[in-house]
């Protein structure tokens, strides 16, 4: 915890706001949907998602093959406190939804999809994409299966598996119109949030680089976690194929459009 405080007011003291952007690019994600205040009518979807997560006082096994979890001392844990300590928060979620819904993507991998809070705003974002979501633990798996039915999130397909090797046989999903014609500058979109551990995340990086396009969009979760987790957000920002990160201390935002020069933003939200 310590750890996270001071990295949090480092990440402060060298955050800034639209106004010292000058990337148009940047800028105009930042203005147009980071900081949109407008609600919309999906937030109330979005709520009642987890509203009905947190009346189930049920408890299940989880299995965690992450880094674990600072909470819980047990792998027995009731489902309304996992929404209330390990599940993405309401204006996160928000956020994603947001940003799914700014850049369309045609396909959605979510690498950890937990009870779904994520999954559902990136469902929301746009019901025509195709989206998988990988999780490791049957019974969260199970919870989540649920939620999408009840919710009517049909555009999610629920993959319960051990990552890296579903990752190492992954191929984006070949999108076409109704004509069966592959739409122009088709987009995907890849949320890292299944390990919080560095050589995890760093080998998810490499097997997934194959895949990209110049409209790829890439987000890591926790990149602040630990000290590991810093050093790989430094690796992938480094990367030669990345060209603009996005340091939003949460979230880490890798794009990378070959038009854009190198750079990288810390944005404050």
């Given at each position: 915890m310590l750890f996270q405080i001071k990295s949090y007011l480092q990440f402060l003291w060298n955050s800034k706001n639209e106004h010292a952007?000058?990337?148009p690019f940047v800028f105009t994600l930042i203005t147009k949907c980071f900081y949109d205040t407008k609600s919309k009518p999906e937030y109330a979807?979005?709520?009642e998602y987890s509203n009905s997560l947190l009346k189930n006082h049920n408890t299940i096994?989880?299995?965690?093959f992450g880094a674990g979890s600072k909470v819980f001392k047990s792998n027995k844990r009731e489902i309304s406190k996992i929404v209330k300590?390990?599940?993405i928060s309401p204006k996160r979620a928000e956020l994603l939804f947001r940003i799914v819904t700014y850049f369309q993507p045609d396909s959605i991998l979510e690498i950890g999809t937990s009870?779904?809070?994520a999954t559902s705003a990136?469902?929301?974002?746009n019901l025509k994409a195709k989206i998988t979501t990988l999780e490791g633990c049957p019974e969260t798996s199970k919870i989540a299966q649920e939620h999408f039915q009840k919710f009517n999130f049909n555009n999610v397909n629920s993959v319960v598996t051990e990552f890296e090797s579903y990752l190492r046989n992954y191929e984006q999903p070949k999108i076409t119109d109704?004509?069966?014609?592959?739409p122009l500058g088709a987009r995907g979109l890849i949320y890292f949030d299944g390990n919080h551990q560095k050589q995890a995340t760093l080998d998810y990086f490499e097997l997934l680089l194959p895949t990209v396009t110049n409209d790829t969009l890439w987000i890591f979760d926790d990149i602040h976690w630990s000290p590991e987790m810093e050093e790989a957000w430094e690796?992938?920002?480094n990367h030669p194929k990345v060209t603009v990160t996005i340091d939003t201390f949460q979230w880490g935002l890798v794009f990378f459009r070959r038009e854009q020069p190198k750079e990288h933003f810390t944005i404050r939200l």
């Open positions: 952007v000058h990337s979807v979005l709520k096994e989880v299995n965690d300590t390990a599940g009870l779904g809070l990136l469902s929301l974002g109704s004509l069966g014609i592959p690796i992938i920002k």
